[in-house]
């Protein structure tokens, strides 16, 4: 069974650095896509940065630029940098994961497996 555990997060001024953690366990896709989702009070959740095993990360456009998706094979956990942090980007992160044969999918209904999230707060 795929399981997600977030760590990392937390509260921070404005133009500041946060990094999010994912790590996984029992994934045996060979292709895979993992990816972080965040969801603001009252709104919809929205795709942040994903991860095809077999290709690079990819971004939202309101991301691009400051967020930065990385992985560790040889852990199984991937990174979520954030620089230059805006107030807009407070909401709850959350992993994704999912079996795909052609890339990542930006709907999350498409994703099968969620971690519990973690809190980043971004004070002006």
């Known amino acids: 069974q795929v399981q997600l555990m977030e760590s990392g997060g937390g509260s921070v001024q404005a133009g500041g650095s946060l990094s999010v953690s994912c790590a996984a366990s029992?994934?045996?896709?060979?292709?895979?896509?993992m990816g972080w989702f965040r969801r603001a009070p009252g709104t919809e959740r929205e795709a942040v940065a994903r991860?095809?095993?077999?290709?690079?990360?990819s971004y939202a456009d309101y991301v691009k630029g400051r967020f930065t998706l990385s992985q560790d094979n040889a852990k199984n956990t991937v990174y979520l940098q954030m620089n230059s942090l805006k107030p807009e980007d407070t909401a709850m992160y959350y992993c994704?994961?999912?079996?795909?044969?052609?890339?990542?999918?930006?709907?999350?209904?498409?994703?099968?497996?969620w971690g519990q999230g973690t809190q980043v707060t971004v004070s002006s």
């Open positions: 994704a994961a999912t079996d795909s044969l052609v890339g990542c999918p930006t709907n999350e209904l498409s994703y099968a497996y």
């Open positions: 029992g994934i045996t896709y060979k292709n895979y896509c």
């Open positions: 991860l095809y095993s077999k290709g690079g990360p």
